[in-house]
Nanobody
């Protein structure tokens, strides 16, 4: 089974921080670019960030530049999204996704996202 699992969501006050994790369940993420997406109720899904296999290239949406940082740790089979200076408008369900083509599609932002996790809720409120 090809599975991605997100974790690290929660409730924080504006200005707070969270670190989200995306892990591969039963498979290695090493050769796949990984993207983070979010969707709030009534809003379109938004691409937030992306990192290529090997970490050589990253992408950030304008709305999160300077506040979010994506990284990967192959030894832990995990891609992280460090979120700082959180704003209420960051509240959403956050998903990670992978391009199933692996190195054949190793670009950011992702052009294919066939592998998805179940999502983790982030709530920013006072």
């Amino acid at each position: 089974q090809v599975q991605l699992v997100e974790s690290g969501g929660g409730s924080v006050q504006p200005g707070g921080s969270l670190r989200l994790s995306c892990t591969g369940s039963g498979w290695s993420l090493d050769y796949y670019p990984i993207g983070w997406f979010r969707q709030a109720p009534g809003k379109e899904r938004e691409g937030v960030s992306c990192v290529t296999s090997g970490g050589g290239s990253t992408y950030y949406a304008d709305s999160v530049k300077g506040r979010f940082t994506i990284s990967r740790d192959n030894a832990k089979n995990t891609v992280y999204l460090q979120m700082n200076s959180l704003k209420p408008e960051d509240s959403a369900v956050y998903y990670c996704a992978a391009d199933p083509r692996g190195l054949s599609g190793n670009t950011c932002p992702l052009t294919l996202t066939n592998y998805w996790g179940q999502g983790t809720q982030v709530t920013v409120s006072s």
